[in-house]
């Protein structure tokens, strides 16, 4: 995916631009928003709920038993679209924000020489609602053991300016506190699942039908279950409301 972004984007850097035209910082700034853009798929599945919402639906897939239905497209894209309606405001408050001081300020060339501060600029003003979201959706042991971390190891003159509100600390606590979250979930999803696979399996044996796999009763009855209780929807609903 990185490897074809880049493809699709070099053509902005063989324009036939003067050498007068073409400075350093220029092609600083270019070279800044190609690894932008090829770094975005990333930052939208590590920084939204994108995650958790994957991991929880691919367990109640492998908790129903077929491995198949729904396919990892549809997974995704049901991961994707309830992303939209979790970072909907957040996304919302940086778009805001980022347009109220691009208003404030002189046109200027996306890669002229000047664009690069001016692009540092709007990062800085759009970034604060994304802190936001992650420290009021991670956990404080997390962020606390992530500070702790980083200030280890980081070199003796960054560790003066270092705090567990800055995103090498909190976007790690943040992932570590969605994974923890979804498997969570996941094991209650299990659960009741696991007490079907157990009943069916021990009655299959007390009725000596030790040939007959479990599977072929309890899926109907997994299936059955999900059903009755409009699982998906229960499931998506209730991930969706543990965001703040």
Same mark, same amino acid.
């Given at each position: 995916?990185?490897?074809?972004? *880049? *493809?699709? @984007?070099?053509?902005?850097?063989?324009?036939?631009?003067?050498?007068?035209? +073409?400075?350093?910082?220029? #092609?600083?700034?270019? %070279?800044?928003?190609?690894? /932008?853009?090829?770094?975005?798929?990333?930052?939208?599945?590590?920084?939204?709920?994108?995650?958790?919402?994957?991991?929880? *639906?691919?367990?109640?897939?492998?908790?129903?038993?077929?491995?198949?239905?729904? $396919?990892?497209? !549809?997974?995704?894209? %049901?991961?994707?679209?309830?992303?939209?309606?979790? %970072?909907? $405001?957040?996304?919302?408050?940086?778009?805001q924000e980022a347009s109220t001081y691009i208003?404030?300020?002189?046109?200027t060339e996306l890669f002229s020489s000047e664009?690069?501060?001016?692009?540092?600029? #709007? #990062?800085? !003003?759009?970034?604060?609602?994304?802190?936001?979201?992650?420290?009021?959706?991670?956990?404080?042991?997390?962020?606390?053991?992530? &500070?702790?971390?980083?200030?280890?190891?980081?070199?003796?003159?960054?560790?003066?300016?270092?705090? =567990?509100?800055?995103?090498?600390? +909190?976007? $790690?606590? &943040?992932?570590?506190?969605? +994974?923890?979250?979804?498997?969570?979930? /996941?094991?209650?999803?299990?659960?009741?699942?696991?007490?079907?696979?157990?009943?069916?399996? =021990?009655?299959?044996?007390?009725? /000596? %039908?030790?040939?007959?796999? $479990? *599977?072929?009763?309890?899926?109907?009855?997994? +299936? @059955?279950?999900? !059903?009755?209780?409009?699982?998906?929807? @229960?499931?998506?609903? /209730?991930? !969706?409301?543990?965001?703040?």
């Amino acid at each position: 995916m990185i490897i074809s972004n *880049l *493809l699709l @984007l070099l053509p902005l850097l063989a324009t036939d631009a003067s050498a007068d035209s +073409l400075t350093s910082a220029s #092609v600083v700034t270019r %070279m800044a928003v190609i690894a /932008g853009i090829a770094l975005l798929p990333f930052a939208i599945m590590l920084l939204t709920s994108f995650t958790k919402m994957v991991v929880v *639906l691919s367990l109640l897939r492998q908790a129903i038993g077929v491995q198949q239905a729904p $396919p990892n497209q !549809v997974i995704n894209g %049901m991961a994707i679209l309830m992303s939209i309606y979790v %970072m909907f $405001p957040t996304g919302l408050q940086m778009y805001q924000e980022a347009s109220t001081y691009i208003q404030n300020q002189p046109k200027t060339e996306l890669f002229s020489s000047e664009s690069a501060l001016f692009i540092k600029n #709007v #990062v800085d !003003v759009s970034k604060e609602p994304l802190r936001k979201f992650l420290q009021k959706n991670t956990t404080r042991n997390h962020i606390v053991y992530f &500070y702790k971390l980083a200030y280890s190891k980081f070199p003796q003159e960054y560790k003066k300016n270092l705090t =567990n509100q800055d995103f090498i600390v +909190l976007i $790690p606590a &943040y992932i570590t506190s969605q +994974l923890k979250g979804a498997f969570e979930i /996941g094991v209650l999803i299990y659960l009741p699942f696991f007490v079907i696979d157990l009943v069916t399996s =021990n009655i299959l044996l007390a009725m /000596g %039908m030790m040939m007959l796999s $479990p *599977l072929t009763i309890a899926l109907p009855l997994k +299936l @059955l279950l999900l !059903v009755m209780v409009d699982g998906w929807t @229960l499931i998506i609903q /209730g991930i !969706v409301q543990t965001y703040k």
